[in-house]
């Protein structure tokens, strides 16, 4: 099956300053990769994702990037705010029906 | 479009009996999915249902765990003589298509405390 690595587990930012969240998979067969934010006590939402016909993909404060020779993909938050603290979670598919996620990103940021 | 409905939101159980977990999808998803999460860890796949069809069920436990989605009413998460380590948050998602496709919605989650 997928297998996600996810780091750093936590990090802490000024705000204002930038947030990067890395993951690596290891099917290379995985073509979709969605990121969701969890807020403490609540669901996970999803709030970018990227398929492997594309290298990067932007949406206001918040980008991803996708190394596919590499097998790894990143999440980049700009301009941090205090909203923005949430434990965040990447994930790739594999197949067409199935995500595995990885283990998380607890962000902080300190305002 | 009432989203994706977990109920309970909380359950506690003593060691030995059933939890039911139940999954209403979102109006007009087919596809539903079943993660756990355990306190600080990621979400852990465990079965992907169509209507009354298990199509994955490899994150499944061998015994104790099944899951159905019947053609009527919602998905069921059933877990038989439960144990400590079943604590856990339980989220369930929908999706109107494959997941790669589509954007899948969580729930808010049922959380099961097995004392």
């Known amino acids: 099956g997928e297998n996600v690595e996810q780091h750093p587990s936590t990090l802490s930012v000024q705000e204002g300053d930038s947030a990067v969240i890395k993951c690596t998979y290891s099917?290379?067969?995985?073509?979709?990769f969605p990121w969701y934010k969890q807020e403490l006590g609540k669901r996970p939402q999803l709030i970018i994702d990227i398929r492997s016909n594309v290298g990067e993909k932007k949406d206001q404060r918040i980008a991803v990037t996708l190394n596919k020779t590499a097998k790894h993909f990143s999440l980049h938050i700009t301009e941090t705010q205090p909203e923005d603290s949430a434990v965040y979670f990447c994930?790739?598919?594999?197949?067409?029906?199935?995500?595995?996620f990885g283990t998380g990103t607890r962000l902080t940021v300190i305002p | 479009n009432a989203g994706v409905m977990q109920n309970p939101r909380h359950l506690v159980r003593r060691r030995g009996q059933e939890a039911r977990l139940r999954c209403s999808p979102m109006?007009?998803?087919?596809?539903v999915y079943w993660y756990r999460q355990l306190p600080e860890e990621g979400l852990k796949f465990m079965v992907y249902?169509?209507?009354?069809?298990?199509?994955?069920e490899s994150g499944m436990p061998k015994e104790r765990f099944s899951a159905e989605f019947p053609k009527e009413g919602p998905s069921i998460l059933r877990i038989q003589q439960v144990v400590r380590g079943d604590s856990a948050a339980y989220f369930c998602?929908?999706?109107?298509?494959?997941?790669?496709?589509?954007?899948?919605?969580f729930g808010q989650g049922t959380r099961l405390t097995v004392v």
């Open positions: 994930a790739a598919n594999l197949g067409a029906n199935n995500l595995f």
């Open positions: 099917d290379s067969a995985s073509n979709y």
């Open positions: 998602a929908s999706s109107v298509w494959e997941v790669m496709n589509t954007e899948a919605f």
């Open positions: 249902l169509q209507k009354e069809n298990i199509i994955d």
């Open positions: 109006k007009g998803h087919s596809h």
